[in-house]
Nanobody
């Protein structure tokens, strides 16, 4: 059974930082592309960042480029999202997702999803 479990969310002031973690189990982690998505109240789920199986390639949404950094540790079955210079508009539930396809920005191509972790940025 595949499980993705996010952690690290919380409340932070604007300009602050958070580091999200996602622990994966029940799959061959090194053969899976990973991504982070977020969903704010009343809005659709949106792409944040993706990372290739090896970790050698990454893709960022323009809104987070230069502020967020994704990384993965295939030995530990973990993926991380370092979020710096947080803004109130970053407030959302953040989801970790796994794709059997090459890493991409389309939610429908991701096969497994975590339960989400809340990130709230106060102004």
């Amino acid at each position: 059974q595949v499980q993705l479990v996010e952690s690290g969310g919380g409340l932070v002031q604007a300009g602050g930082s958070l580091r999200l973690s996602c622990a994966a189990s029940g799959l061959t982690f090194s053969s899976i592309a990973m991504g982070w998505f977020r969903q704010a109240p009343g809005k659709e789920r949106e792409f944040v960042v993706a990372i290739s199986r090896s970790g050698g390639r990454t893709w960022y949404a323009d809104s987070v480029k230069g502020r967020f950094t994704i990384s993965r540790d295939n030995a530990k079955n973990m993926v991380y999202l370092q979020m710096n210079s947080l803004k109130p508009e970053d407030t959302a539930v953040y989801y970790c997702a796994a794709s059997k396809m090459a890493s991409n920005m389309y939610p429908r191509s991701y096969d497994y999803w975590g339960q989400g972790t809340q990130v709230t940025v106060s102004s």
